[in-house]
């Protein structure tokens, strides 16, 4: 079956990069994602990379992934304390309408 | 560009009531998936809306129901609540909910008491 795993936890100086890993099991994944969500809100889409590509970077943020080993990861260079959040991976299954399945995010906390 | 809006907020329930949640997409999108978020099961995906019909369905008790309208706004319903459905309902639209990406709303905080 599916499932997505994430650390629970990420503690990081503000300054440095952060590096949040996730792996998945389902090899039919067309598109993995991550979302950032800070308390209170809802899920904010960060970025997102198609399965044939290797990576993508968008301004701090880079995914990089590696298919054969089912290994997803977000660097975010500079972490700021308005970085703080929980960052969930998510991946799409080809054809799947409307239903990503989620990790259980993991929790970066940014220390000035 | 809007995104997408969900009402209300925030929602206190009794046990065996029932509660309607509304969710307008972003302008142009077809789809809206609705997903239930508790801090034991995470995320779990109730059912995906397109053109008015429903197209996919999570692992969810018939309680939980829902419908898109011809604007692509949509509502879900439970019915019966118990306690165990307090949680963060959110709502996410896409233009076509298949390999295109979600975008969520704020949600909706339901407690159920």
């Known amino acids: 079956g599916e499932d997505v795993e994430q650390s629970l936890f990420l503690s990081v100086r503000e300054g440095d990069s952060s590096v949040i890993n996730c792996t998945y099991t389902?090899?039919?994944?067309?598109?993995l994602y991550w979302y950032k969500q800070e308390p209170g809100a809802g899920l904010q889409l960060l970025t997102y990379i198609f399965s044939n590509m290797d990576m993508k970077q968008d301004q701090r943020l880079t995914v990089l992934l590696n298919k054969k080993d089912k290994h997803l990861s977000l660097r975010i260079a500079d972490t700021q304390t308005g970085d703080s959040a929980i960052y969930f991976c998510a991946e799409s299954l080809r054809g799947s309408q409307g239903n990503l399945i989620f990790g259980k995010g993991t929790k970066l906390s940014v220390k000035p | 560009k809007a995104g997408v809006t969900q009402t209300p907020r925030y929602l206190i329930k009794t046990r065996g009531q029932q509660v309607t949640l509304s969710c307008s997409p972003i302008s142009g999108h077809r789809s809206v998936s609705w997903y239930q978020q508790t801090p034991g099961q995470g995320l779990q995906f109730l059912f995906e809306y397109f053109s008015e019909t429903q197209r996919n369905k999570g692992n969810f008790p018939g309680r939980f129901s829902g419908r898109q309208f011809s604007n692509s706004r949509s509502e879900m319903n439970v019915s019966t609540l118990e306690l165990g459905d307090s949680a963060l309902y959110l709502c996410?639209?896409?233009?076509?909910?298949?390999?295109?990406?979600?975008?969520f709303g704020n949600g909706t905080r339901l407690t159920v008491t």
């Open positions: 389902d090899s039919s994944s067309t598109y």
């Open positions: 996410a639209s896409s233009i076509t909910g298949v390999d295109s990406p979600l975008h």
